[in-house]
């Protein structure tokens, strides 16, 4: 290996060649030339930055990044992230702080400000909970049904209601009404039967044999129920008039039953609802604390920063008021001493 030996000779020319050009080589620099600094100073006099109102309102933004940025209060899947970029620009724009101090400030009190609004969005839901809980609450309460079934009893007994008050007014529609005026199948399916059984021609599986064999009409109107109620009555020696009474007679005790206790379900829901418009007495007090420590903090950051912002330009400024409370509970044990 001649070209390893030549370097490790101490008399080798490759050596001597190699060593020479090391030590003559110029060393590379990161200093700019003098032309390149002149250029800088050069372009760097002719950026002034935004002169105009809009432009310099969108720059004061650009701080945004280190600090209000950083801390998103946004909580995913409940607030909008869209809402509290353009809250957040609002409360800069409004505030216009200077300096990392009021920039500190504002960032302050924009968070104690978003939190009191969830505070209020909080306390509504509470509200609301407790509000749909009504039908459950009646439904067991009221009604003595099962837990798990109360809002069922309590749906049942309002639809119940809406029908047997329907019911009462459709008797004198049966004879009055228009052919043309529609009804519900419900309605329909109702009268005929209580037509059938009055005239005691079978309840149960017989009406249904009978109801599944009538021609179904494209829509359900009165002229129609009047015609098969009719139709009964004919056949069995009776009048429209008179079978129309005595299904009404028949029926007026269970109407009465079931408007009544519809109507009494209705008055409970009412009054479970007016007394829970506020919340409950451990929500209340837990929202009371969250909401004060908040609106101090609001307060206490707020006036700091008109403060500072006074004296930046100039205008004449108190002296910050401090007060320090010390308070402790008196024990017969141990009396309180003042001097």
């Not at 017989?206 to 009047?226: C, E, H, I, N």
């Amino acid at each position: 290996m001649p070209l390893q030996n030549g370097l490790n000779g101490a008399s080798s020319p490759v050596k001597e060649k190699f060593m020479s050009a090391t030590m003559t080589a110029p060393k590379p620099t990161n200093e700019p030339s003098q032309r390149r600094v002149t250029t800088n100073r050069r372009n760097a006099r002719k950026s002034t930055g935004p002169r105009s109102a809009k432009g310099k309102a969108a720059v004061a933004m650009n701080a945004l990044g280190h600090g209000i940025l950083a801390l998103c209060p946004v909580i995913d899947g409940l607030e909008s992230l869209a809402e509290w970029k353009r809250f957040r620009r609002e409360m800069v724009t409004g505030m216009a702080p200077v300096g990392a101090v009021e920039w500190a400030l504002v960032e302050r009190i924009g968070l104690a400000v978003w939190r009191l609004r969830r505070t209020v969005r909080y306390e509504t839901e509470q509200i609301r909970l407790a509000q749909e809980g009504a039908m459950a609450h009646v439904g067991s309460r009221v009604l003595e049904a099962e837990r798990s079934g109360a809002v069922g009893e309590v749906q049942e007994a309002l639809a119940n209601g809406e029908f047997w008050e329907s019911v009462s007014k459709g008797f004198e529609r049966l004879a009055h009404a228009k052919d043309d005026e529609e009804i519900s199948d419900d309605h329909a399916w109702w009268f005929v039967s209580g037509a059938y059984e009055q005239l005691g021609l079978g309840k149960g599986d017989a009406f249904d044999t009978y109801w599944d064999q009538l021609p179904k009409p494209p829509s359900w109107t009165m002229g129609w129920v009047r015609q098969r109620v009719q139709s009964l009555a004919e056949a069995n020696g009776k009048t429209l008039q008179s079978l129309s009474a005595a299904m009404e007679q028949d029926s007026a005790i269970e109407a009465a039953e079931g408007i009544a206790k519809a109507t009494e379900v209705k008055r409970s829901l009412d009054a479970y609802q007016r007394s829970n418009l506020l919340p409950d007495e451990g929500t209340l007090e837990k929202v009371m604390r969250y909401e004060a420590h908040l609106s101090r903090q609001f307060h206490r950051d707020l006036h700091e920063l008109q403060r500072l912002q006074a004296m930046r330009h100039g205008l004449p400024v108190s002296l910050p008021v401090a007060i320090d409370v010390e308070a402790s509970r008196y024990s017969p044990d141990c009396p309180a001493t003042g001097g």
